[in-house]
């Protein structure tokens, strides 16, 4: 493969959380060089709506081989305030981390208001239509993105058609990366003298680390807690993400097992984020909308075994361990799951996630990056 050098501007209204982590851990591998343009976390629909606006001004050169985007930008609006310079005609790719076509509705107070809002799904087809290439970050994602499509726009009144296999042909996968260089990579260090001065006594401690929010299901890994206390279990927590003081679920989990709570929060460093990881031993993944899952598969490099639905990405992206499959919302079936492997010697089975976890890794994946957005350029 050319090993050419590209200047890419990369535009991100979302500058936050794993969007942000993705973004600056790109640029830092990567052999080409970026210009990053952003903005900060809040108001997500606005960045979506909106962004492209603030945007399109802070571009300081128009001489770039590739314009670099996400499915929180309306690309095509951030193109169009560009007409009169060259960015509008430089090639373009749009990375979807998610999609607004296959939206979570959650516990939306007006369902039916949502439900008609094409807004937002309209901006996600916009992107793939005006993007020369556009990446998923799953297979599973693409395809459920490619088999609503003809759906939504049936919805539309009349002229709604689209070149489905012509917007297929220019799209293609590329995993999130995770970053390793703060872990071990030998495994029998996985379990560390931190792990053993916290848990000498060997009770399973069960990870939630990802946003606190109702698409990740917390309801769900509450009723998984209620049962396995009911059976009398013993079980230590960690909780990491940030707190929020009017979510009731997580404050109905803190009084219920605050005796059983090592830490609750936001890790405030990436070393001391791993360094919890690698205390816990299970994760109960419990959420309702995931297209890759980028904290379970960091849990997964350190050593926490995830227990998963047969649903959403997961089968996809975790096919070979079909022994950590339960049928999504069988919270009793999730129970029995986590006991069965807390009774195992599951060495082989962390060792074996480890190493399928770095093929995720941003040293693994780079090259592939750097090869596919060569190929968007020409």
């Known amino acids: 493969m050319n090993k050419k050098k590209l200047h890419i501007l990369a535009v991100e209204p979302l500058y936050t959380g794993s969007h942000r982590d993705w973004l600056d851990n790109l640029a830092t591998h990567s052999r080409h060089r970026f210009d990053l343009i952003t903005m900060p976390a809040g108001f997500w629909k606005w960045r979506i709506q909106g962004g492209a606006l603030y945007l399109a001004d802070q571009i300081k050169t128009d ?19 560009n007409r009169h310079n060259d960015i509008a005609k430089t090639r373009t790719a749009v990375y979807f981390h998610e999609n607004q076509l296959n939206y979570y509705p959650g516990n939306a107070k007006n369902q039916s208001a ?12 916009t992107n793939l239509i005006v993007a020369d290439t556009v990446f998923f970050n799953s297979k599973y994602h693409h395809d459920i993105f490619f088999e609503q499509l003809p759906r939504f726009m049936s919805k539309l009144p009349d002229y709604n058609s689209l070149p489905f296999e012509e917007l297929k042909s220019k799209c293609k996968i590329l995993p999130v990366g995770i970053q390793t260089e703060l872990c071990d990579s030998n495994l029998t260090e996985v379990v560390t003298s931190a792990d053993q001065e916290i848990n000498n006594d060997k009770i399973p401690v069960i990870l939630w680390n990802h946003r606190r929010d109702a698409d990740k299901n917390p309801d769900g890994f509450l009723s998984f807690l209620k049962i396995i206390d009911g059976k009398n279990l013993k079980f230590k927590l960690i909780l990491l993400g940030a707190e929020n003081k009017s979510d009731k679920v997580f404050n109905q989990i803190e009084q219920l097992f605050k005796d059983r709570i090592i830490f609750n929060g936001f890790a405030s460093t990436r070393t001391e984020y791993t360094r ?34 047969s649903s959403l990405v997961y089968p996809t992206l975790y096919h070979p361990f079909n022994e950590l499959f339960y049928t999504p919302h069988d919270y009793p079936a999730l129970a029995e799951l986590f006991i069965k492997l807390s009774k195992s010697d599951n060495h082989l089975l962390k060792k074996s996630l480890h190493n399928h976890a770095s093929k995720y890794s941003w040293n693994f994946l780079i090259e592939k990056y750097d090869d596919y957005l060569f190929q968007a350029s020409i």
């Open 63 to 81: 001489s770039y081989d590739l314009v670099l985007t996400t499915s929180m930008l309306n690309t095509s609006l951030f193109l169009s305030l």
């Open 114 to 125: 949502i439900k008609n809002d094409y807004s937002y799904a309209m901006i996600s087809i």
């Open 276 to 309: 919890l990881l690698k205390q816990a031993h299970f994760a109960p993944i419990t959420s309702d909308h995931e297209y890759f899952g980028i904290s379970v598969m960091e849990a997964a490099y350190n050593g926490v075994i995830p227990l998963l639905p």
